[in-house]
């Protein structure tokens, strides 16, 4: 039996999130069925993390393990023409040992929120960013975005759903940057909470609009509550970017669609 790691590009449109669900289509499932349609086996296919429903993925790390023997690239050809033509496509697979593990190795995760500042409907960008037609402030946003890097109780910006033993996680990194019409929130941490993101791009905007202060934003951390969350973005403009892997092993690089490099 071999171990594959994937690299794994998805449009988060048509599912239900990466894992699989009895009520509707989810990533996951779509690729663990190509594999079985392969090889004749029933694979499980693990992540490096999990995606909501219209979340995106660039580089999302997984793995599964296959007993037929099969060189990593025809592993990967024959995925990519089984799941055509659905908007799922395996960037790279390789073998990695037994005790690699795509969730259990992985010591860092990031993603990239997308805005688009603008009052002209999207086309390309359609429900792959959220459009925001008010001017924001970028500046008061990056500023307010360092009150929340660092260890805290993310409570406030935690669903009522998310599974996470304990509310307490260490924010490595959140920046703001714009680039013409588009702003990016690069989020970093060795993982988060279901919906934190999101809740904090929801937040960040309203201080871009001067509707919240970063005192707001700070007040609204430290109420541990999520009834004082102030907004939750959507999932359009949420994207997994990287999975990071101890030594730079098995690293996937992605560039943002802004003119600086994550």
Not at 130 to 141: F, R, T
Not at 185 to 196: I, K, M, T, Y
Request: hydrophobic share 40%; glycine share 6%; net charge neutral.
């Amino acid at each position: 039996m071999t171990r594959y790691r994937l690299t794994v590009e998805f449009d988060g449109r048509p599912y239900m999130g990466w894992q699989r669900q009895p009520h509707g289509p989810t990533v996951q499932q779509a690729i663990e069925e190509a594999i079985t349609a392969i090889t004749g086996e029933k694979a499980i296919v693990h992540a490096a993390g999990r995606t909501d429903a219209g979340v995106h993925g660039r580089a999302m790390a997984a793995h599964a393990e296959i007993l037929r023997p099969i060189t990593p690239y025809r592993l990967m050809e024959a995925i990519n023409a089984a799941l055509r033509p659905q908007p799922i496509a395996i960037l790279a697979c390789e073998s990695v040992p037994e005790d690699w593990h795509a969730r259990f190795s992985c010591i860092g995760r990031r993603y990239i929120y997308r805005i688009i500042n603008r009052r002209a409907p999207l086309t390309l960008d359609a429900a792959r960013a959220w459009q925001i037609k008010v001017p924001l402030d970028v500046g008061a946003m990056r500023d307010a975005a360092q009150r929340l890097v660092g260890l805290h109780d993310f409570t406030t910006f935690r669903s009522a759903h998310c599974q996470s033993q304990s509310p307490v996680k260490t924010l490595d990194r959140l920046d703001v940057r714009r680039d013409g019409d588009v702003i990016e929130v690069e989020a970093a941490a060795r993982s988060f909470l279901h919906h934190q993101v999101r809740s904090m791009v929801g937040c960040l905007a309203l201080v871009g609009r001067g509707k919240w202060s970063a005192d707001d934003l700070s007040d609204a951390l430290e109420a541990r509550d999520r009834a004082r969350l102030g907004l939750n973005a959507p999932p359009d403009g949420l994207y997994f970017v990287e999975a990071v892997y101890p030594d730079g092993l098995f690293r996937s690089h992605e560039v943002s669609g802004a003119s600086d490099h994550f």
